[in-house]
């Protein structure tokens, strides 16, 4: 699967596992970007972004519109939140391995969950 539709399909699992539509979404992003509320801006933006996720985008947009996701509220209080672990050096380096291992399991095992859907 190239990148674009790898992208694609997590906007999309984000936006069915947050309960909203592609509308609702596109809106939340809207407002994380930009300061203004025109509502013409608004539903120009709600339609490229839900043609963005049907047809071939560029692939740093749609990382984009992730990392504006990510920023949500709703996304935060989700169980898709990921932290980012910060690293003090007190865990040894043997069993930090094993427990970057174990993530990598539960985060493909989600993955997977998710491409079923």
Known sequence: MDKCKELQKKI???INELGLTQ???????YCERFEDDDPEEIRKFTETFRQNLKRKAKP???ESYL????????FKNSDLAFSNPLDLG????????????????????IDSEGSKL
Not at 90 to 95: G, H, K
């Open 67 to 74: 990392a504006n996701i990510a920023n949500l509220r709703e």
């Open 60 to 62: 740093e947009l749609l």
């Open 12 to 14: 999309k699992f984000i």
């Open 90 to 109: 007190f865990i040894p380096l043997d069993v930090k391995r094993a427990l970057q291992e174990v993530s990598k399991e539960l985060v493909n095992n």
């Open 23 to 29: 509308i609702e979404m596109a809106r939340r992003v």
